[in-house]
C-alpha cells in the first residue's frame, strides 16, 4: 500500500472539463438550495441531507469516469446522482413524492436509483454502500468487463466493519473498486476527533495492502486527476484504492439540525476553499469568455425551475399500484 498526499499532475485539463465540473458544482448546489427552500415549505416529506460545500467530490469523481462506469451512494447523495447524468426532474419529483419520481415517490431524497447512467443507488444505513460496490467490482471482474465502480461513503462509514470486510475482499480478488471516502469531519454531530486517534483515515488501507491517498476534496481538479489515475489502474487489473477526501459540508447532518456544533472558526476557513470558488478561479485563468459562463449559470438556473416546475405539476402516487405493490412483494 502506498499512503500519500496526491502528487497533483500540473498538466490542465481541456475547458470542457472544467465547464463540466462548474455545470456539475453549480447544478448541485443549486438543487439542494431550492430543495432545503421546498422542504421548509412543506412541499418535501421525510430527510433531507445537503452534501453543500463537498460538491467537488462528486463532480470531480463522476467526470473522471466512463458513462458505462459505476457508482454507488449514499444518504448524501443528491450530488453523486446529479454528476453521474440524472435527470432532474425525476429527481425532483421523487423528492416530492411524486409518481414520476425515480422510485415513483416512494422512496424520497435517499433511495435514487438509476440504472441507465450506473447508478446502483443510494440509501439509508451507514456504510451500506460499500459491501454492494464489492459486490459490483466482483460481477464486474466476473464479466471480464473493463469497468470501475466509485463507491462513495463518509468518514463515519469507516468505522464500520464492512469497511475492512470490503477493503480486504477487494484487495484479495484485485477487484476494480474505487473506495472514495468523503472526510467532511462529522458523522452526523461527532466530530472525527471523538472517533479516531488520526484525522486522515487512507492509513487504515496499509492492513489490506490498498493503495491509498488523500487529497483536497474541495478542488475538483485534485479529485479528477486522483480518480482518473485510480479508474487506469483498475482498467489494468491493478485492483482497488481508497482515496480519502478531506472536505466539509457547511450545514448540519440534514435539514432541520441547525449544525451549532461547528465552531464557526472552523465552517469559515472551509469556506475560504468553496469548491465554486475553486472552479471559477480555474475558468479564468483557462480566459473563458464571461459569456459562455452566464450562460452556462442561466441554464443551470433554468433546468432547475424547470425542476420545480415539473414536480409540481406530476400526479401523486396511485394508492391502487402502490397497495398492488407491496402485496406482489409480501412474503
Not at 484485485?174 to 461527532?190: D, G, Q
Request: glycine fraction near 10%.
Amino acid at each position: 500500500m502506498t499512503e500519500r498526499t496526491a502528487n497533483i499532475n500540473s498538466d490542465a485539463p481541456s475547458n470542457a472539463v472544467l465547464l463540466r465540473l462548474y455545470r456539475d458544482i453549480l447544478t448541485i448546489r443549486r438543487f439542494e438550495e431550492t430543495g432545503m427552500e421546498r422542504y421548509r415549505n412543506g412541499f418535501i416529506r421525510g430527510y433531507f441531507h445537503t452534501c453543500i460545500g463537498q460538491e467537488g467530490v462528486a463532480a470531480g469523481a463522476c467526470a473522471a469516469i466512463r458513462p458505462d462506469d459505476y457508482i454507488v451512494s449514499t444518504h448524501r447523495g443528491h450530488g453523486h446522482c446529479i454528476a453521474k447524468g440524472a435527470d432532474l426532474n425525476r429527481m425532483m419529483a421523487e423528492l416530492f413524492g411524486k409518481e414520476s419520481g425515480y422510485s415513483h415517490g416512494r422512496g424520497g431524497s435517499m433511495h435514487i436509483a438509476d440504472r441507465a447512467t450506473g447508478n446502483i443507488g443510494a440509501n439509508g444505513i451507514v456504510g451500506a454502500g460499500i459491501p454492494l460496490a464489492t459486490g459490483v467490482g466482483m460481477g464486474i471482474k466476473l464479466e471480464r468487463s473493463d469497468r470501475v465502480v466509485v463507491c462513495f461513503f463518509g468518514d463515519g462509514a469507516a468505522n464500520n466493519g464492512v469497511f475492512a470486510e470490503s477493503l480486504n475482499l477487494a484487495a484479495v480478488h484485485s477487484l476494480p473498486v474505487i473506495f472514495m471516502l468523503e472526510n467532511n469531519c462529522y458523522a452526523a454531530t461527532t466530530h472525527i476527533s471523538e472517533t479516531s486517534l488520526c484525522e486522515q483515515l487512507a492509513p487504515r488501507a496499509a492492513g489490506y495492502s490498498v493503495e491509498a491517498l488523500t487529497v483536497r476534496g474541495n478542488d475538483p481538479l485534485d479529485i479528477y486527476r486522483a480518480v482518473g489515475s485510480a479508474a487506469e489502474k483498475a482498467r489494468r487489473g491493478g485492483g482497488p484504492t481508497l482515496i480519502e477526501a478531506m472536505t466539509f459540508r457547511y450545514l448540519g447532518h440534514h435539514v432541520n439540525d441547525p449544525g451549532t456544533y461547528v465552531p464557526e472558526d472552523s465552517l469559515n476557513e472551509w469556506k475560504l476553499s468553496d469548491p465554486l470558488d475553486i472552479m471559477r478561479d480555474y475558468l479564468k485563468r483557462s480566459d473563458e469568455p464571461d459569456a459562455t459562463l452566464d450562460a452556462l449559470e442561466n441554464e443551470v438556473e433554468s433546468a432547475i425551475r424547470d425542476a420545480v416546475d415539473f414536480a409540481e405539476s406530476s400526479p401523486e402516487p396511485d394508492v391502487g399500484t402502490f397497495l398492488a405493490d407491496v402485496a406482489e412483494y409480501d412474503c
